[in-house]
C-alpha cells in the first residue's frame, strides 16, 4: 500500500525566504513521487515529478525536490519566497504497476508575508 | 493544445438525487482518472479508465460510477447523493496506459454542494 504524510498543514515564509515543505512516503514497491500546488478554486498543477532517474528533480517555478530512498522522503524547495507561491501544495505517490492513480497527502498551505 | 475541461463548474443537488459530472480528456491521453476532493483534504481517488474500460478503483461505493467514450471524454455519475459527497470533483488524464510513469494533468474541478 502507498501513502504519503506531508508535515506541516500550514507554513508561513517571508518573501525571499528558503520555502521547505516537507513530504514522506510509504511504498512497498519503487514509488514514483510527484509535487502538485494548487490555487484557489483551481484544479492542481503538476510542479515536478521524480520517476527512478536522477533523485534530485526540478520542476517550474524554481522548485526542485530530492528523493531520499533511506529517508523515505521527498521535501519540496525553493531558495527564495515569492508572493504568487501562496497556494496549496500536495505530494502524491504512485507505483509502477497497475493502475497509476495517485495517492495525494493532505496538503501544506504555504503563506508569503510581504 | 486544449487541456483538461470540465463541466459544469459549480452544481448544487439535494440529498438523494443523481448527478452526472463531465470531463473532456487532453488530446492524445487515452487515460482518465476521477478524484474527490473535500474542502481541507487531499484529493481521493475514485476510479480510472483505459480505453473505455475501468481499470482501478478506489475505496468508494458502487453509487459511483462512470463510462469513458471513444474520444477517451469521461463522465462520473453518482447516484442517491448524500450530505458527504459535497466536494471538488477533479478528472484528469495522462497521455499512456497503466505505467505510472505518465504524470496525470488535471482539470479545474466540479464543485458540488448536496444540501
Known sequence: AQSV???????????????????????????????????????????????????????????????????TSFHLTKPSAHMSDAAEYFCAVSVKTGANNLFFGTGTRLTVIP | ETGVTQSPTHLIKTRGQQVTLRCSSQSGHNTVSWYQQALGQGPQFIFQYYREEENGRGNFPPRFSGL???????????????????ALYLCASSPGGTS????????????LTVT
Do not use: M
Not at chain 1, 500546488?37 to 515529478?49: D, E, H, R
Open chain 2, 100 to 111: 505510472g510513469t505518465y504524470e496525470q494533468y488535471f482539470g479545474p474541478g466540479t464543485r
Open chain 1, 5 to 71: 504524510t506531508q508535515l506541516g498543514s500550514h507554513v508561513s515564509v517571508s518573501e525571499g525566504a528558503l520555502v521547505l515543505l516537507r513530504c514522506n512516503y510509504s511504498s512497498s514497491v519503487p514509488p514514483y513521487l510527484f509535487w502538485y500546488v494548487q490555487y484557489p478554486n483551481q484544479g492542481l498543477q503538476l510542479l515536478l515529478k521524480y520517476t527512478s532517474a536522477a533523485t534530485l528533480v526540478k520542476g517550474i517555478n524554481g522548485f526542485e525536490a530530492e528523493f531520499k530512498k533511506s529517508e
Open chain 2, 68 to 86: 469513458q467514450f471513444p474520444n477517451y471524454s469521461s463522465e462520473l455519475n453518482v447516484n442517491a447523493l448524500e450530505l458527504d459527497d459535497s
